[in-house]
């Protein structure tokens, strides 16, 4: 959809082709000019002329930034929830949120090119079906506030990235209890949606709706809480215990009341190499916290996570996957330099890099688990010495 819209505004394609066209039409006549006396045996096999790029493919880069940032200055300006209640002119949608006319006008053109919104011959804009579903505030599932935090809380450390490049360390790095709580404070509800799918299916896959005795989790860096929530949801013997930083934990406590499972959580307070898990758990999510981590810690993490659970419990882990070779998918690559400008030893990993890390721990039957999300879960097992619970 972005290709689309800014393909017509950087429509130079055709431009290039014509001008190579030209060139070629000229320098194929001037040759032929200078070689018209030599005979054809003597003359030199023409070599064959290579594709000639454009760019307009950087041109479009030149201007990613802005979608996001598009998208986010509407949310902010109440836009998308003022259509809420239906079609409406600049005029009206400046009179009820009190933005500028100038300002409105370019930002809901620049959302009706990115087919965010639509606009009648009567001028009025209204939502279309991906807008109402996802950037209302306040719905179940919305996106809007990660857009609304965008220029305040992504891009600002993303300016630094040159200096990252050259140090290898990030502007501030998140992953600390004394700068971490802040960001993440802002961060954990807006990703809601990205995880509470996966963690519905999580809870399907482990069959915890047939659960016939109490079932244990354990939430690591549990955040807003949305994996053990997804989990506590499917059966009313699912006990969660929730640990993160202390910061962290209003938070969680918040949202576990809005989902109605408050009464089924309790807390760990601490970083997760020093906090005291427990126990006995049957299940140990780990919902995109190894990207933060870096190799080192993750690794520790997961000998502490083994420890924690009982002989048969399963792991459940959330990642922005690389392949081997680590040239695609594109996002996971990007989210790497995400994690280079947010975290010390950051970084995204391969399926084949966490199964052997699991593996080493002593952890059996790593595989795959196909979810909503940026990539697979990947799921492992505690060998066990007893039947399981499921």
Not at 9 to 20: A, H, K, P, Q, Y
Not at 217 to 222: G, I, N, S, T
Not at 322 to 350: K, Q
Request: aromatic share 8%; net charge positive.
């Amino acid at each position: 959809m972005t290709n689309e819209v800014m393909r017509s505004v950087f429509s130079l394609g055709e431009l290039f082709d014509t001008i190579d066209w030209v060139c070629e039409r000229c320098h194929a006549r001037y040759v032929s000019i200078l070689r018209f006396k030599k005979a054809k045996a003597t003359m030199p096999k023409k070599p064959s002329k290579k594709k000639q790029g454009t760019p307009e493919r950087l041109m479009q880069f030149g201007f990613a930034y802005a979608p996001p940032l598009i998208i986010g200055a509407a949310v902010s300006n109440k836009v998308f929830d003022t259509l809420e209640s239906g079609g409406k002119t600049i005029e009206q949608v400046s009179k009820t949120t009190g933005a500028s006319q100038r300002g409105l006008r370019a930002v809901m053109n620049a959302l009706v090119g990115l087919k965010l919104l639509k606009k009648n011959r009567h001028e009025k804009y209204s939502l279309t079906p991906e807008s109402e579903a996802f950037l209302i505030s306040g719905k179940p599932g919305t996106l809007a506030g990660l857009f609304a935090m965008a220029s305040t809380h992504l891009v600002p450390d993303w300016l630094h990235l040159n200096e990252a490049v050259r140090t290898g360390t990030p502007p501030v790095a998140l992953n600390q209890e004394a700068t971490g709580p802040e960001f993440f404070s802002v961060l954990v509800e807006n990703i809601i949606p990205m995880s509470y799918p996966a963690a519905m299916v999580l809870g399907q896959s482990l069959g915890l709706a047939n659960a016939r005795k109490p079932v244990c989790v354990l939430d690591v860096a549990a955040g807003s809480g949305i994996w053990g929530i997804g989990l506590a949801q499917q059966s009313p013997l699912v006990r969660v215990t929730a640990q993160d930083w202390p910061e962290m934990i209003p938070i969680t406590r918040r949202i576990t009341q809005k989902f109605g499972v408050a009464d089924r959580f309790t807390y760990v307070e601490g970083d997760v190499l020093k906090a005291n898990f427990g126990t006995d758990y049957d299940i140990a999510t780990l919902g995109h916290i190894l990207h933060t981590e870096g190799e080192d810690r993750s690794r520790k993490l997961l000998k502490k996570v083994f420890g924690a659970l009982k002989p048969g419990g399963a792991i459940a882990i959330g990642e922005w996957l690389v392949n081997d070779e680590r040239t695609e998918p594109l996002p996971s690559l990007i989210f790497a330099v995400n994690m280079l400008v947010h975290s010390e030893r950051g970084d995204t990993f391969s399926f084949n890099e966490i199964k052997r890390w699991l593996e080493e721990t002593g952890f059996k039957k790593v595989r795959k688990l196909e979810a909503p999300g940026p990539s697979p879960l990947i799921l492992a097992t505690k060998p066990k010495d007893r039947l399981s619970i499921f």
